[in-house]
């Protein structure tokens, strides 16, 4: 079903909670101005919206698939993730289609660099990639506040190898993402999420960049930030993904500390595929390990041998 504007939606909702318009208005609004909103024969102040929103006592998750449903755009978007979930690179390219299919350019950029970035291919240098990119890095230069939605494209950027900011501005967006974290912790999960695997991102591209001190304080941040969110499903993950990358910088330094605690991440991956197997678990471990290999100048073997 398509809106042609907001009052439908909220008729929708006020049909499928089978709510009558007085009980759905409440005290923000008159039954018959909230009737007429529906037809859309008026409109209401934004905070009046919100307020009839919350009579119909939905969760957040449900607001973002009501909003979305008459949104070709977002529907195509997650056709495209699922794609990709399933490892169908092709589906997902044909799903995207072209540029002018898209009314939001960067909906599109993000999701060309994401179909990229999961080919697993090194070559940045093509056309395409270069165009995205070079897109993407203006319009986060064009902006003079990030929003929670800019992370994700930061994240994306921040995956791949080349050097697209400058130090300034990776120290601009850490202090952005430990604050936001303190002032997050109690109120969203969701920003949460966001703000920690930013952090775990700018944590690689630390190190990657040579900044190695700089890394080691940033993990150790994100470390106590994400201890007083455990009981969120995704803080076991970032931690996990923090340790790796604590892993890599270290061989970066050439640290022999980096073979002790690459072994016992080898460990948990082996116990935790041991307990619940899945796919990607394997995946994981097959790149960490090359990783380690390739960045291992400290002399000791990886992996080493269990000892009798």
């Known amino acids: 079903m398509e809106f042609k504007h ?8 006020r049909q499928d909670r089978n709510m009558s318009l007085k009980e759905a208005a409440g005290d923000a609004i008159t039954p018959n101005n909230l009737s007429r909103f529906e037809k859309g024969l008026a409109t209401v102040k934004v905070n009046t919206f919100f307020e009839v929103l919350n009579n ?21 978007a997650r056709e495209i993730i699922h794609a990709l979930s399933k490892n169908d690179k092709i589906k997902a390219r044909q799903i995207l289609g072209k540029k002018s ?10 999701l060309k660099l994401d179909i990229f970035r999961m080919e697993n291919t090194r070559d940045e240098s ?36 080349g050097q697209y900011f400058e130090l ?24 949460s999420h966001r703000y920690t695997q930013t952090g775990t991102f700018l944590v690689r591209t630390y190190s990657r960049y040579g900044y190695y001190d700089k890394a080691e304080k940033l993990i150790y941040k994100l470390k106590i930030a994400l201890s007083e969110i455990f009981y969120y499903e995704f803080s076991v993950f970032q ?8 892993v890599f910088n270290l061989l970066r330094q050439n640290n022999p500390k980096a073979i002790e605690r690459a072994n016992a991440l080898l460990h948990y991956i082996d116990a935790q595929n041991d307990l619940f197997p899945l796919p990607n678990m394997i995946t994981i471990k097959n ?14 073997p990886f992996p080493m041998e269990d000892e009798e």
């Open 6 to 13: 907001y009052g439908e939606i909220i008729h929708k909702i």
């Open 287 to 300: 790149s960490f390990t090359q990783e380690v290999q390739r960045l291992n100048k400290t002399g000791i």
């Open 168 to 191: 300034k501005f990776l120290e601009y967006l850490e202090k952005l993402i430990v604050k936001g974290l303190e002032e997050t912790k109690q109120i969203s999960e969701s920003f």
């Open 239 to 246: 931690l996990f993904y923090l340790n790796i990358y604590e």
């Open 101 to 110: 299919d898209w009314g939001n350019v960067i909906e599109y950029y993000i």
């Open 56 to 76: 119909f006592n939905l969760d957040g998750y449900d607001y973002v698939e009501i909003f979305h449903i008459q949104d070709k755009n977002s529907l195509r």
């Open 126 to 161: 093509t056309p395409d990639v270069v165009e995205a990119i070079n897109y993407l890095v203006n319009y986060m230069f064009s902006i003079d506040t990030l929003y929670i939605r800019d992370f994700l494209i930061i994240e994306l950027l921040l995956t791949f190898d």
